[in-house]
């Protein structure tokens, strides 16, 4: 099995053990919060901003790998509350194209941290796809 770890510069993950996103048989697979350059959770209260950084940090580190956005097959977004559901199909429409990838959207009571809001894990084919 091929597995490769997407570093992106700067890691605002790497003192989490985590990585940006990882690359395996034809696919890259990431997870990413609303977490700013400098290691901190951006727009804290504000679920716009949350999730434009969130997003946004899925498109560098699918860039990274080789891919984009335009190669995901698979999202699963997680919100702190559903309130803020129809943001999300808005964002779909600004961050994806058709064929849309298939989604799922979980309510969850907490994220990894009491500020976040939002985070996103996103299945996508390698560059050689």
Known sequence: MFLEQVVTKPDP????????????????VSGQAAIGDNGE????????RQAEQAFGNLD???KAAGSGLDKV??????????ENFAKIVELRRKWFSAPYPADSIIEVSSLYSPKAMIEIEAIALDGSH
Request: net charge positive.
């Open 41 to 48: 959770i951006v727009g804290e209260g504000d679920f716009d």
């Open 60 to 62: 560098r580190a699918l």
């Open 73 to 82: 097959v698979k999202v699963t977004i997680f919100l702190r509350s559903m």
């Open 13 to 28: 993950y790497a003192p989490f053990l985590l990585s940006q996103a990882i690359k395996a048989n034809g696919f890259v």
